[in-house]
């Protein structure tokens, strides 16, 4: 199944029934409401749900939006924070999440897990490839520094992120919805990729899956910290779907497929029809950009 998210034109609509007819007129069945769907834009999302104008994917949490807050804001809340009201407001704002899922018939929810309170790493790596540093002993340097870091530091904020999702997913069962937990492009940013095993062990399917953005797990690759191929092949038997977007060198995403460097054939042996595939590109792409982004990928992993 291809999806599309309105991460693409969210911020320019202020209808969601026209929203989402943009995505239909894309050629797409399917969409995902992304985390920048605002309050506003509920009634018109509803409108084209009932009226079978769009099929609803996937969601990406928060959505909608909390009130008064106008844009993309994953990480507003987090289930890893220090602040016990942090955390409250990322269980209700997941939970409004989770009945919007249900309203408008999506089966799954991508959800961020977390951070880790960290030195800036990804930024300073990031300089270190834009100056043409990548493999340098410096650069390796500040990758053994920044995995000791987080293995030292990442327990607590971790516990407070399982602790989270097992409240969360008493909700979520409830309203027959899943989870999907999303690799991130930031070292400081949780899961670690090498927990990811352990932790959907400890949450089983069919409750809890791993969703795969493509352009993050890139950019995990260009930092140093995992193989890309590898690490989705060792995680692909609790595969529920995609993030699909390019990368251009040496971090910057969201472009639209064959825009980048990604390697999509490297990936197709991992492809399977009945997994949700969602495009997430820039609302900078412009029409004629996101259409061949589109065909290249199909050509490539095929057309279901």
């Not at 095993?197 to 899956?209: D, G, K, T, W």
């Not at 995680?235 to 497929?257: E, N, S």
Request: hydrophobic fraction near 40%; charged fraction near 25%.
């Amino acid at each position: 199944m291809y999806s599309f998210s309105t991460c693409w034109n969210s911020a320019r609509h202020t209808d969601g029934r026209a929203m989402l007819r943009e995505i239909r007129d894309l050629g797409f069945e399917y969409a995902e409401l992304s985390h920048g769907i605002r309050i506003s834009l509920v009634p018109g999302i509803l409108d084209a749900v009932k009226a079978g104008e769009m099929k609803i994917s996937t969601l990406h949490n928060f959505c909608p939006l909390p009130v008064g807050i106008n844009g993309p804001s994953p990480n507003l809340y987090e289930f890893s924070s220090d602040r016990d009201r942090d955390r409250q407001l990322a269980v209700k704002h997941t939970i409004n999440t989770l009945d919007f899922a249900q309203r408008v018939g999506a089966p799954l929810v991508v959800l961020h897990f977390g951070s880790m309170d960290l030195k800036d790493y990804t930024g300073k790596l990031k300089e270190l490839l834009e100056r043409g540093e990548k493999g340098t002993p410096k650069f390796h340097k500040v990758v053994a520094e920044a995995s000791l870091a987080r293995e030292a530091k990442k327990k607590r904020f971790y516990d407070r992120s399982r602790e989270t999702l097992k409240h969360l997913l008493t909700e979520a069962k409830f309203r027959g919805v899943k989870f999907g937990i999303e690799i991130r492009e930031a070292v400081e940013e949780l899961p670690v990729d090498s927990d990811f095993q352990s932790l959907l062990a400890e949450f089983p399917a069919p409750h809890v899956y791993y969703w795969h953005d493509v352009g993050h797990a890139h950019i995990k690759q260009e930092l140093g910290f995992i193989n890309h191929v590898q690490h989705l092949g060792a995680h692909v038997d609790r595969l529920a779907g995609f993030h699909i977007h390019d990368v251009k060198f040496p971090a910057r995403d969201h472009f639209p497929p064959g825009g980048g460097d990604i390697d999509f054939a490297s990936l197709k042996p991992f492809v399977k029809p009945e997994q949700i595939k969602v495009f997430e590109l820039s609302p900078k792409v412009p029409l004629d950009a996101v259409t061949r982004g589109v065909a290249h990928l199909k050509r490539i992993w095929g057309e279901e």
